[in-house]
């Protein structure tokens, strides 16, 4: 029962923070920012937020990261008002490192087709 009920928690608040991202969080920092998956411990205490942004440029990185720090009491009072739970879990966001693996991955078959029209 509990785990079932934090696997539905967790795709909440990934779809709640998503939605606050775009239309509530005014800062341009946090604009391209994609919530990628989340993480809430047993106790629901804390929820780890998996992000990921569309640059692979380091000072976009720590411009996201700021604009995140910045912006978490809002996300988390934002969310303890559209979900239905006892305690807002404290959040941590972490920049999800899989996703640009991917793009990186994309960029260099990209780069491949580009060097060999035939592959």
Excluded: C
Excluded at 100 to 110: A, E, F, K, R, V
Aim: no cysteine; glycine share 6%; proline share 3%.
């Amino acid at each position: 029962m509990a785990h079932y009920r934090i696997g539905r928690l967790e795709q909440e608040i990934q779809r709640e923070v998503n939605d606050i991202l775009l239309k509530r969080v005014r800062d341009p920092r946090v604009q391209s920012i994609t919530v990628t998956g989340v993480v809430v411990t047993g106790d629901l205490q804390q929820a780890t937020i998996y992000y990921s942004i569309l640059s692979d440029l380091a000072s976009d990185g720590e411009k996201a990261e700021a604009g995140l720090k910045k912006a978490t009491g809002l996300i988390r009072s934002e969310l303890g008002a559209r979900l239905n739970i006892f305690k807002t879990p404290e959040l941590f966001f972490e920049r999800d490192e899989s996703v640009q693996y991917g793009s990186h991955i994309d960029q260099l078959l990209n780069q491949l087709h580009r060097d060999d029209p035939n592959l």
